[in-house]
């Protein structure tokens, strides 16, 4: 399963890089392959894998942000490994 998810840090002032950098941080550890844009971290895994990695992202932050909140976009397709690699080279194909 592919799963793009966004935390965001509340009650901490404007600037949120170093909350949200605690649950990057997280994610990169985990070992599963991942990517982190301006808006979104998606990561790669099994159903547990991921909501594990997700849950310790997000208490990371809770632990400087008085509330957190979350937002989760998932792809769950049986049987298919490497997706966050494998969709984006086909749509290049089609752009090329």
């Not at 605690?22 to 991942?34: Q, W, Y």
């Amino acid at each position: 399963m592919i799963v793009a998810f966004s935390i965001t840090p509340l009650g901490v002032g404007e600037g949120v890089a170093e909350p949200v950098a605690r649950a990057v941080k997280v994610v990169r550890e985990s070992g599963l392959p991942n990517h982190t844009d301006a808006m979104f971290t998606t990561i790669e895994g099994d159903w547990d894998e991921v909501m594990g990695v997700i849950k310790n992202a997000v208490d990371a932050v809770a632990e400087v942000a008085p509330r957190v909140g979350l937002v989760l976009k998932a792809d769950m397709r049986s049987g298919v490994t490497d997706g966050m690699t494998s969709k984006v080279e086909s749509l290049e194909r089609h752009l090329s």
